[in-house]
């Protein structure tokens, strides 16, 4: 069966992703000049197929008022220095997926494809949130800093995750304000060294509230880990409150989210971690909690972030260079051994991926 992923959905365009059953390449449709918010039909044809035309209901998005002041791109989980995409400690349970021998390492093909169509929208800034690296070793930090400093420059922004610091390293360590037309990007270093979860300390949240206090523009914040919501998911493993929880501490969760109920100006959290993309809700401040998938393997994505007087839309996009999309498609069936479907787990629906942003 034919699988057809409706991919990206901004107020304007649309991108389909086709994949053949018979492990033919996987086709990219692109459709421009779209109505914004409103309820269109894209006709994508079957690639085994030629009489066969699939009808693709999309809504687009709603265009925020006002000027676009700048754009902001970010990626996160790119991990520079791995070699084995499923892999799950030392189990032998997969599908364990490598590189071919003499082939280019997966995670230099798939940044690669990722910085090439980041490059092409010329972002006011670039946010890397975590995860650089397999270990965080100096030459997993240099094969980063090439892919993404030398194109980048000073508008390139880095803050270390989990994997960046188990050995109590700190490069990319602290948090940082970048002051951008029309946004303020407060990002948040998540990372406990020598530990897979997060936190946000009282001296962080300190920090925050007060940049968010004098902010005269919208204050977006991200981070590596994603946030503990009470409520917000069926997985046992996630709905405890738990010291030993996957994302940040529950304390440091309610700890962002108590400075975001306060704070007005903050308009939504975004982080990586998961290796998936979803959307919810805070329970005191009400704003987004948003996870961006990986850019290593399926589907392979950044995220692009239109500042409007408005309000700010996130679009995110999969990377479709025949060579990013050669590795990444055969990687939507990680861990079925697990009995996980990675593949919806990973990709999430089209509103976790491409919505707006309301200013508060």
Not at 34 to 61: C, F, G, Y
Not at 63 to 72: E, K, W, Y
Not at 289 to 315: H, L, N
């Amino acid at each position: 069966m034919t699988t057809i992923d409706v991919t990206t959905v901004t107020d304007s365009d649309a991108v389909v992703h086709v994949t053949p059953t018979d492990d033919a390449p996987v086709v990219v449709h692109r459709f421009a000049g779209l109505q914004p918010d409103a309820d269109v039909v894209v006709e994508v044809p079957d690639p085994t197929d030629p009489e066969v035309v699939h009808e693709i209901p999309i809504r687009t998005l709603e265009r925020p008022s006002g000027a676009l002041h700048c754009v902001v791109t970010t990626v996160n989980d790119v991990h520079f220095g791995e070699m084995s995409a499923g892999q799950i400690d030392d189990l032998e349970l997969g599908p364990i997926r490598r590189s071919a021998p003499g082939a280019e390492p997966y995670p230099e093909v798939m940044n690669r494809a990722a910085v090439a169509e980041m490059t092409a929208l010329d972002p006011a800034a670039v946010v890397v949130k975590g995860d650089l690296s397999l270990d965080g070793a100096p030459e997993e930090w240099a094969a980063f800093e090439e892919c993404y400093r030398t194109p980048f420059g000073d508008r390139l922004h880095v803050v270390r995750g989990n994997h960046d610091s188990y050995r109590h390293q700190d490069a990319y360590a602290g948090d940082q304000r970048i002051d951008l037309p029309g946004v303020t990007v407060a990002l948040l270093d998540t990372a406990i060294p020598g530990s897979t979860t997060g936190d946000i300390t009282a001296d962080q949240a300190d920090w925050l509230d007060a940049l968010a206090a004098g902010a005269t523009n919208p204050v977006l914040v991200m981070g590596h880990h994603q946030q503990w919501i009470a409520g917000t998911s069926a997985d046992p493993s996630e709905s405890k409150r738990s010291d030993d929880y996957f994302g940040l501490h529950p304390d440091a969760s309610d700890r962002l989210d108590d400075v975001c109920a306060r704070r007005s100006s903050i308009v939504a959290y975004a982080c990586g971690h998961t290796h998936r993309h979803r959307v919810r809700t805070m329970t005191m401040s009400g704003i987004s909690s948003i996870e961006v998938g990986c850019t290593k393997d399926f589907p392979g994505t950044w995220a692009e972030y239109r500042v409007f007087d408005g309000g700010i839309m996130q679009v995110v996009h999969r990377m479709s260079s025949p060579e990013a999309l050669a590795w990444s498609e055969p990687c939507r069936g990680l861990y079925s051994d697990f009995d996980i479907d990675y593949g919806a787990y990973a990709l999430g629906e089209l509103s976790d991926r491409c919505f707006v942003i309301p200013l508060r």
